[in-house]
């Protein structure tokens, strides 16, 4: 193409045709202008291809991690469920036997109450593109903000979760329930064990010693005892509600996300 183009333009100045000469090499820019054109067209769909392609994978992988967040935060609500039944059973136990007595099926749910939750942020995806600053990849922009304004709302649970667990449920209860509620001859219930050995195995160390279940129950009904144990059994229900009511609006929140993100993919099918 390029070598007919030349032999037009030889055969124009050779004939002296100045004028169509003039208009061959106008027509020749513009051809190669088009070229120009044409190429960085091409470059550019083909660049906006890949960003295409690489925003669907991200979302992608923001659905899995989402899925796994309110799976994850399924776990913390059914555990926060526990510890409230726990000490509502220790409380209506307490009231309708004027005390702790008969506790053999009590204490192993007042040990429980020495438990808790760690909470994991699972939207490992989300935290790169902002730490990355690939969240500009996500062309919609309102779905961008939502992703912003999500991972600085999880942030924020999971530091007070985290803060929580060990100023109020460590420092401020633990101690006094494995004090007084007989961990060494009772263990945790049934139920805690088996909702701890799905995702952390582990057994009870049970001494067999009943002179020691008698001190036990003689210790806990000790006016200052009493007082004190019971107070942290309804202070340790209060904070479970309050930690079970977080987890379930977080997870409304996911998947009011989840849903977005999946409408995303599906608007690039």
Known sequence: MITFLR????????????????????????????????????????????LRDQEITYLMNLRDDLTAQINMLDVYIDYESIIINHANEVIKHYESNNGFYDMD????????????????????????????????????????????????????FAMNTNINNTNLVDNLTTHTFIDYGGFASYGNSKRMVEKFNDFYPFQNKIVDDEELKNTIIQILNEPTNKLRLINKVAYRNTLASLQKSGNESLKQRSLEILNMVKEEIDSHK
């Open 7 to 50: 032999k037009i333009r030889r055969k124009l100045m050779t004939e002296n045709k100045i004028s169509r000469y003039l208009l061959y090499a106008i027509g020749e820019i513009f051809l190669v202008v088009i070229g120009i054109l044409i190429a960085l067209g091409i470059n550019n769909w083909n660049e906006n291809q890949k």
């Open 105 to 156: 099926s009590i204490l192993p749910k007042l040990n429980d109450l020495s438990t808790r939750w760690t909470f994991t942020n699972a939207n490992t995806t989300l935290s790169q593109m902002l730490n990355s600053n690939q969240i500009n990849i996500i062309q919609n922009i309102n779905l961008k903000d939502e992703l912003i304004t999500y991972n600085q709302q999880i942030e924020l």
